[in-house]
């Protein structure tokens, strides 16, 4: 059974090469998009968010009838955020809509694969710079065909941390943001980065550009492919809280070594979200 699942993500590299045309092709179209917004202000969605996800899910289940779905807009559109044991396919159609929005140029299909509520595969492409990002588990990552390797470095003053600032804005959660980054920028760091997509910033994980990425507030189809990616390029996962990274838990902590990993995790102020699992629709 070597190549189970190699066929799934043959159509995933393919799939996701397809949306990334369909958003460069957003991108040049002269018309404005009509941007929606979902839980705040400030958390964006287009028809092209949703359009991607479609022409992934339908293609998918033609390959695939049998198999389930974890997508974005589709949760946001009331269909149910459940992973069971089943082959799973986990779809950020867009990770870095508000890029997107913008011509801001990191912009993410993000699609993973889980089955048994263990990562498979993991495919992410970010489209304006033509970069194929895939990971199968036991099999090593790559970009474009060529391994990935996470950074050698293991003293955190040494390195480059990726943070995003996410979608929420009430004042106390904007606190412990830059509480975080005022901790992690003193310690000090040689530069904290954010990409404006946690698919891509996994991803500069995994190529060794950056030591570290961490986020709280990310859901489950902004880290499921990048998760692989990271470990199969050598890198650990942990929560923002210390313990086993948890694709549910809405928090994460990325890194190339256990010791910086575990380093960040100390000037994280840490907190709750409403876990992936225990979420209402229509989130
Ligand atoms: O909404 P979207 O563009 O798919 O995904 C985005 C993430 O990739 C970004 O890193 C995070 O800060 C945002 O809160 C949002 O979740
Ligand atoms: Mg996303
Ligand atoms: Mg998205």
């Known amino acids: 059974m070597a190549d189970l699942w190699q066929n799934a993500m043959d159509h995933a590299v393919s799939a996701a090469r397809h949306a990334g045309e369909v958003v460069r092709e957003a991108l040049r179209d002269d018309r404005k998009q009509t ?7 400030v958390d964006l969605v287009t028809q092209t968010d949703q359009k991607v996800e479609k022409l992934i899910i339908q293609s998918v289940k033609e390959k695939f009838p049998t198999h389930s779905f974890i997508g974005e807009e589709s949760v946001s559109a009331g269909e149910p955020l459940l992973l069971t044991d089943a082959p799973t396919w986990i779809i950020d159609p867009i990770d870095g809509t508000t890029n ?3 011509t801001f140029p990191f912009i993410a299909v993000s699609i993973g694969f889980s089955v ?5 595969f993991g495919v992410v492409y970010s489209c304006l710079e033509d970069k194929m990002y895939t990971a199968r ?6 970009c474009n065909g060529e391994p990935l390797q996470v ?3 293991e003293d955190i003053n040494q390195s480059i941390i990726a943070a995003e600032f996410g979608s929420t804005r009430d004042a106390e959660t904007v606190d412990k943001i830059f509480i975080s980054l005022r901790r992690v920028l003193s310690l000090p760091v040689h530069g904290i980065r954010g990409a404006g997509t946690a698919a891509i910033n996994m991803c500069l994980v995994a190529s060794g550009c950056v030591e570290a990425y961490y986020e709280i507030g990310i859901h489950v189809w902004d880290v499921a492919a990048g998760s692989l990616i990271v470990s199969e390029a050598g890198g650990v996962l942990l929560d923002t809280d210390g313990g086993p990274a948890d694709l549910m838990s809405r928090r994460i902590v990325a890194a190339n070594r256990r010791i910086i990993a575990e380093r960040l995790v100390k ?3 840490t907190f709750s979200p409403i876990r992936d699992d225990a979420a209402p629709a229509n989130q």
């Open 35 to 41: 941007v929606m917004t979902k839980s705040s202000s």
């Open 100 to 102: 997107f929005v913008h």
């Open 116 to 120: 048994n509520k263990q990562m498979e």
């Open 137 to 142: 588990r036991g099999r090593g990552a790559f």
């Open 151 to 153: 950074s050698h470095q």
């Open 267 to 269: 000037e994280i102020e």
